[in-house]
């Protein structure tokens, strides 16, 4: 018969067991719809990660790249490139040319950063190496991007 410290430690081991699901062991990075919360995307990041919304400036009809890293549970902005000064562009800012576009290094770090994807702009989000078209993925809907922590279950889901 088992004694009550071994009783004890068994249930000790099944309700560590039982709540490892929902111990956070990463972050994704989710985009959900702005208005109802649901998460259209969520794909696996770590601090460092590259995270670029390009996109057609709608006026000036450009390309414009703006970057973030992930850094803990925000988004560092890097870097913006653009090829043209239009509406929303950073017209004080310190800026530079390379191979023809124009560089910005911004500053902030943000919780959230919300976008209205548009047909004519085709915005198109860069997680890593992966690409999604937000356009599609969202049809049209304006999201909130975001990082979140990741359960156990959902990193070891990642693996398979």
Known sequence: MPTAR??????V????????PAVPTGRALVVADAETGEAYLQTPVENGTAVTLAYTHSVEKTPVRDVYV???DRLVAAR??????GWGLPSRAN?????????????????RI?????????????VGNRS?????????RSVDIHI?????VAAAADSL
């Not at 081991?13 to 490892?20: D, F, G, K, T, Y």
């Not at 913006?80 to 000064?85: A, I, K, L, R």
């Not at 999604?132 to 049209?140: A, F, I, Q, R, S």
């Open 70 to 72: 992930v850094d803990g």
């Open 95 to 111: 800026v530079t040319r390379e191979d023809g576009r124009f560089v910005s290094d911004p500053s902030g770090a943000y919780q």
């Open 148 to 152: 979140t922590r990741r359960s156990a």
């Open 6 to 11: 071994t009783v004890a430690l068994a249930a």
């Open 13 to 20: 081991a099944l309700v560590a067991l039982a709540a490892a």
């Open 132 to 140: 999604y078209d937000l356009v599609g993925l969202t049809d049209e």
């Open 80 to 85: 913006m490139t653009f090829e043209s000064y």
């Open 114 to 126: 919300t976008v209205a994807p548009g047909d004519v702009a085709g915005h198109r989000l860069r």
